[in-house]
């Protein structure tokens, strides 16, 4: 049974179409702006005993947490600083991988194992998959944030 604070989150969501690729927002209730959050549910659902209250903890904590290591990961890659890149893609794969943000860990995989071998190709392109993807997922908590918060007027 869902508590009252469950049931606006798991409102919120069920009306998200959910594809193996992530979700999409009905284009008839939320604005354009939206980006699709590429997370895996089922991923999340299991590790949360499907409560979406706690998956809404879950990866608000991971956002705030990731934008500073994602920070960190960027000042490290402008100076060249294999070590301290290597160690903070390694953090945003891992955190990305438990929430089922599968591109965050794709592209965080993909950085660190290049600063593990001190050849950054082109590490724009992954930090911006990083960066665009911790949007969405802010857009989305902002989003669900505010419904719930309607929900319980």
């Known amino acids: 049974m869902q508590s ?4 606006p989150f798991a409102a919120f969501q069920a009306n998200w179409e959910v594809s193996a690729y992530g979700i999409t927002p009905p284009m008839t209730q939320f604005p354009i702006a939206l980006l699709p959050l590429p997370i895996d549910w089922n991923h999340l659902h299991q590790i949360s005993d499907h409560n979406s209250e706690f998956e809404l903890e879950l990866l608000q904590m991971f956002a705030e947490d990731t934008e500073h ?3 960190q990961l960027e000042a490290a890659i402008a100076t060249q600083d294999f070590s301290a890149s290597e160690q903070q893609a390694h953090y945003i794969k ?3 991988a438990n929430v089922g943000l599968r591109s965050m860990q794709t592209a965080a995989s993909t950085l660190e194992i ?4 001190h050849q950054l190709d082109n590490p724009n392109s992954q930090i911006l998959i990083l960066q665009q993807t911790l949007e969405a997922l802010q857009i989305f908590l902002m989003s669900a944030v505010e419904l719930s918060r309607i929900a319980l007027s």
């Open 4 to 7: 009252q604070r469950e049931e």
């Open 69 to 71: 290591h994602l920070k």
């Open 94 to 96: 891992g955190s990305s």
């Open 114 to 117: 290049q600063a593990r071998n």
